[in-house]
């Protein structure tokens, strides 16, 4: 007959201890995301007041039509690169956390497929005669499975990145044309 291998308690309690491990890293990862996103919003808020401040007292300091144009032409360009700064910001940290989730995610797959071929090795192991052939199949398809995976999830992780990078380049030069026809 056919042996399954058992789990001691010694395996049951490594086994709930890397879950525990995974979990804890899955929130660091998304509490230093969120610290990323919160520091970036303080900055920014930071920067908002004291710009503020500025325009309120160059507005004061406005004293005709000629010189509130002049004041909303120097002002809106800026503005357009600090609003394209936060977003590009922003894009990094959302990336940044994106990268460390599918990192942990990637390394959970590999811990997997890694039990799983050990397994079917001692399912080999323990086969009846006759058997092994089949299970060995079977821990083949799981390898070239995995390393499938592993190729595509690298090509989409290059491929989102590219994307990604294009729409805000592109978003960034949109922005800049508008500014530049706006002023002309």
Known sequence: MFNVPQFNA?????????GLEKSLRL????????????ALQMGV??????????TTKALAEVKDV?????LQRQLAQPSVDKTLDVA??????????????SKLIEEQVLTFNKNLISTLDQAIDSAPNG????????????????????????????????????????AEQTAKAAVRRKSA
Request: glycine share 4%; aromatic share 4%; hydrophobic share 45%.
């Open 66 to 70: 000629q010189g509130l144009v002049a």
């Open 27 to 38: 929130s660091q990862i998304a509490l230093s995301g969120v610290e990323r996103l919160v």
């Open 10 to 18: 010694a395996q049951f309690a490594e086994a709930n201890q890397a």
């Open 45 to 54: 808020a930071r920067e908002l007041l004291s710009e503020h401040a500025q």
């Open 131 to 170: 058997t092994g052939a089949a299970v060995s199949v079977l821990r083949n398809a799981v390898e070239s499975a995995a390393s499938t995976y592993d190729s595509v999830a690298k090509t989409t992780q290059k491929l989102a990145s590219d994307f990604a990078q294009a729409a805000v380049n592109g």
């Open 88 to 101: 590009r910001s922003v894009f990094d940290a959302a990336s940044a956390t994106q990268h460390e989730l």
